[in-house]
Structure formats: C-alpha cells, structure tokens
C-alpha cells in the first residue's frame, strides 16, 4: 500500500462522504460495451472495489449473480439500503460475506481474496479498480484478478488515458500498452 491510498484513508473518505468517484448512474460504456461479452444470462460477474456502484444494480438486470469486494462497511451498507434489502452476513477466511438477491459483498482487502472466498465467476467488470491504483499497485491488482478468474474467463476492464502530469489522481492514467 505504500504508493496508493491506505487503506484507512479509504475507509475515512466513505465515513466522511468524499466519494466525488461515486457515480450516480450506470456508466454508458458498461452499457455499450457487456453485451459484447455474449455471457450466459445466469453467469456471476465479480466486481473488484466495488463501492455502492449501480453498475452491480444494472447487472443484476440482466440475470447476472454480482459478486463484488469492498473494503468500506459504509459503501456495502449504502448499496444494500440503496435497494432496499437487507442482506445476511457472515464471516470465511477473513473477509465479512453480505448477501441478499443476487448480490454478494465480500468486506475486505480485495488483494487478499482467494478464489476459495469468492467463488466461480465467469467474468469480471472493472471500472475503478485498475485506475484507482498507482502504477506501483496494478501488478498485484493483476496478480489477484489473473488468481480469482478462471482460464478463459470475460472481462470489461473501464480505463483511463491521459497525461499524468496533469492530474495525479485517482483515476489514474492507464494505458493500453499496459493492460495488455
């Protein structure tokens, strides 16, 4: 953690309600560009640093189990009150399981889950957590997300490209070069 954000930062930023990141609808390119993954109605989609996204809402919609990571109990409690469910929890391997419908939150560090923790997905929807990272902590965001997704897996990954000199995020600069 020593080049992104701490995590109690995180969980201050939440607590205190500086998430201008948070958007309030479903992103356009979510919408434009999941069909293209020709996924299984039914398929569980895992989204890393999920936050209280609606894009989990959008994608629930569409048969989709929604299987995301958080380490904010604000965040997860937000999005569950958001749609007004109540989901049961319960405690594997370090991280707080929240589920209700088709969601499931895992509270935790999101580099420290398992796929044992998660669970099958089938696919992954990224639109915060590559960008979210300084360059320093997207090799082990990788590492995580190459250890939770099965060989073949589908995956939409949101980025950003600019000059980083301009801003220093987050969102961070990413480019193309660099996811692939």
Same mark, same amino acid.
């Given at each position: ?10 969980l ?5 309600g500086?998430?201008?990141? /948070?958007?309030?609808?479903? /992103? ?33 919609a ?5 299987? =995301?990571?958080?380490?904010s ?8 009150a ?13 991280f ?22 998660? =669970? ?13 990272l ?6 082990? /965001? ?9 060989? =073949? ?15 220093? =995020? ?11």
């Amino acid at each position: 953690y020593d080049e992104c954000m701490q995590p109690e930062q995180w969980l201050e930023r939440w607590r205190t309600g500086q998430i201008g990141f /948070h958007q309030s609808t479903v /992103h356009p390119l979510l919408q434009r560009w999941w069909p293209r993954l020709a996924l299984p109605h039914d398929a569980r989609v895992y989204v890393p640093l999920c936050g209280r996204s609606l894009d989990m809402a959008w994608l629930a919609a569409r048969g989709h189990a929604v299987v =995301g990571s958080e380490l904010s109990p604000v965040a997860i409690r937000d999005f569950y009150a958001g749609l007004g469910l109540q989901p049961g929890r319960s405690e594997t391997d370090g991280f707080v399981r929240h589920a209700a419908g088709p969601y499931e939150i895992l509270e935790g560090d999101a580099l420290a889950l398992d796929a044992a923790v998660l =669970g099958a997905v089938a696919a992954a929807y990224d639109r915060a957590a590559l960008v979210a990272l300084r360059p320093g902590m997207r090799v082990a /965001h990788a590492a995580t997300m190459a250890r939770l997704l099965p060989r =073949g897996a589908r995956m939409l990954l949101v980025a950003c490209e600019y000059p980083q000199e301009l801003k220093d =995020g987050p969102p961070f600069s990413v480019e193309a070069r660099e996811v692939r």
